[in-house]
Nanobody, 125 residues
Framework: QVQLVESGGGSVQPGGSLRLSCTAAAVEYTFSSYCMAWFRQAPGKEREGVTTTNRDGITIYADSVKGRFTISRDNAKNTLYLQMNSLKPEDTARYYC?????????????????WGQGTQVTVSS
C-alpha cells in the first residue's frame, strides 16, 4: 500500500510561486515505475487533473496551468514535485498527489489507486 504525503502548500499573492512535494512511502515497486499525478479540488468543484508524469518521463498538463506549472520527480528520493509559478486566484484549491502502477497518461481520477491527504494552496491579495 503506497503512502503519499504532500507538503509545501500555503498562502501566496497573485503572481507568486510555490513548490509542492509529495513523498512516497511503503512503495512496493520501484518508484520510477509509477505514473504520478497532481490533482486539485476547489470548494464546491470536482477534483480535476493538473499534471501527470509517467514512467517514460512523458508529461501532460491541463490547459489552465500550461506554461506556469512544472511537474518533476526525484526517483532516488521517492519524491514528486510541482513547481507553480505565476499563481492566480483561480489556482486556489487543495492539491493532491496520486499514483498508479503501469503505463498510463491521463487525468481520470478512477484510474489512480493511491492518494495523499492533500495540501492547501491559497492565492489571494
Amino acid at each position: 500500500q503506497v503512502q503519499l504525503v504532500e507538503s509545501g502548500g500555503g498562502s501566496v499573492q497573485p503572481g507568486g510561486s510555490l513548490r509542492l512535494s509529495c513523498t512516497a512511502a511503503a512503495v512496493e515497486y520501484t518508484f520510477s515505475s509509477y505514473c504520478m499525478a497532481w490533482f486539485r479540488q476547489a470548494p464546491g468543484k470536482e477534483r480535476e487533473g493538473v499534471t501527470t508524469t509517467n514512467r517514460d518521463g512523458i508529461t501532460i498538463y491541463a490547459d489552465s496551468v500550461k506554461g506556469r506549472f512544472t511537474i518533476s520527480r526525484d526517483n532516488a528520493k521517492n519524491t514528486l514535485y510541482l513547481q507553480m509559478n505565476s499563481l492566480k486566484p483561480e489556482d486556489t484549491a487543495r492539491y493532491y498527489c496520486a499514483a498508479r502502477r503501469g503505463w498510463y497518461l491521463g487525468f481520470a481520477r478512477e484510474d489512480f489507486n493511491y492518494w495523499g491527504q492533500g495540501t492547501q494552496v491559497t492565492v489571494s491579495s
